[in-house]
């Protein structure tokens, strides 16, 4: 059948939507297909097929052909569509199950009711051509800067116009707090991420990221744009203080005083931007420690103790700078910390030398417990930063052999003794478990099981650690029931054990 009408609405809807006409013919024949099902009472399939070039079209009602064990009682289950195969093979040998078979039926006419059902159609499939045209369009930007005019505003979220038919959104927990926007202002984002939305937004916008940041100055700053001063990092608290890290490339330039500006304009452009935010620019250095002093500016950091397991630092200020440090809130200290990747803990620097002195010497008192020594070579090992046994024994010779104080016959010893209490303690610990082992299944006495303060629990715990009975436990001091049982406090184990010396002291 032919119709020029077909023809004429496809190079319509074409041209003014700037879709493909491959999209909008494949709309008509879903319309016309829709159409057509109409006209029958029972649930039928059927094809429609447009001549690209002359606007005829013609129609098919389809079968899809199944199999008997698909089927019913014998039969399929849904007749108006569906096929047996053994009833499709008898006028085509080669056909399959899945496949279709196909009857020409008469076609509609493309009139005022076929133009009506088909323009719903139409419509939704030219909706989602633009949706997915804007996707492909948009998804190579992400993280790049978008410029767009506020178009609405709905319960705090922002709906931009980017031009070209094309909407983004800002959600309100990424937009800076207390910014005031109104429609028709021109606002700047980050484009943070693009979806394939069968309805509602597909372009995400933040203002919040710290990404923003660093796309302002690239923006901003001549310098950055070209990549002779690099932008490594960056921290916010949206709307009130940032602060970014940055590097030259190039020996002759400075990169903080290049983002600044002359008399601050490249800054202040961003912070205008960002709604007055106040952005500190820290130079990078490669030095984790000497960074983190970057970082915490404009605090003055008097000394830094860098954890390499816990990946935090200790950093000390004098008393009178210790708020500044902090910050308002604690911004300034938690902003360095998220700029510099590391946990920062602020100490006030009386209190932190006093809590050195401290560990140094119960460290001391330690090492000449532990490995009788003298007072003053404890203290060194202290001093240079021992914490255990273990280090002592094992740390590489060279490193012990740098200590000032130390020859290499006292450095043999040290290290001598450090291994011999490691391998007594082993065989303690082996002893122990030896014990264990053999008391395990032991029943904890009666005298033990009724003592005033015991727990059934508890004295079962003592008697698989060989304390049976009431004398046992009154044989124990205070540390071995500490070694013994870690959780229980020194003020229990000292009462328990004196009420298990008490019948020691009744006359008899």
Known sequence: MANKEILLVVDVFSNEREIEK???????????????IKRYENQVKV????????GDYTTF??????AENDAINGDVEFPGWQLLLEVAQQDDSNIKIGDFVEEEIESIEFGRIAAQTAKQVIIQKIREAERKKIVEAYLPRVGELVTGIVKRQEKGNIFLDLGGNVEAFIAREDMIPRETVRIGDRVRGYLKSVRLEPRGPQLFVSRTAPELLIALFKLEVPEVGDGLVEVLAAARDPGARAKIAVKANDPRLDPVGACVGMRGSRVQSVTNELAGERVDIILWNQSEAQFVINAMSPAEIQSIVVDEDKHSMDIAVHPDSLSQAIGRGGQNVRLASELTGWELNVLDATKAVQDSAAEVAKIKQRFVEQLNLDEEVALILAEVGFVSVEEIAYVPLNEMLQIEEFDEDLVHEIRSRAKDFLLINAIASEEKIEIADSNEGVEPAEDLLTMEGMTQELANEMASKGV?????LAEQSVDDLLSKFSEMSEERAAALIMTARKPWFIES
Do not use: C, H
């Open 22 to 36: 491959e999209l909008v013919f494949q709309a008509m024949e879903s319309a016309l297909e829709a159409a057509t």
């Open 47 to 54: 094809r429609v097929q447009i001549d690209r070039k002359t």
């Open 61 to 66: 009602r389809r079968w899809e052909v199944v």
């Open 468 to 472: 049976v009975t009431m004398d046992d």
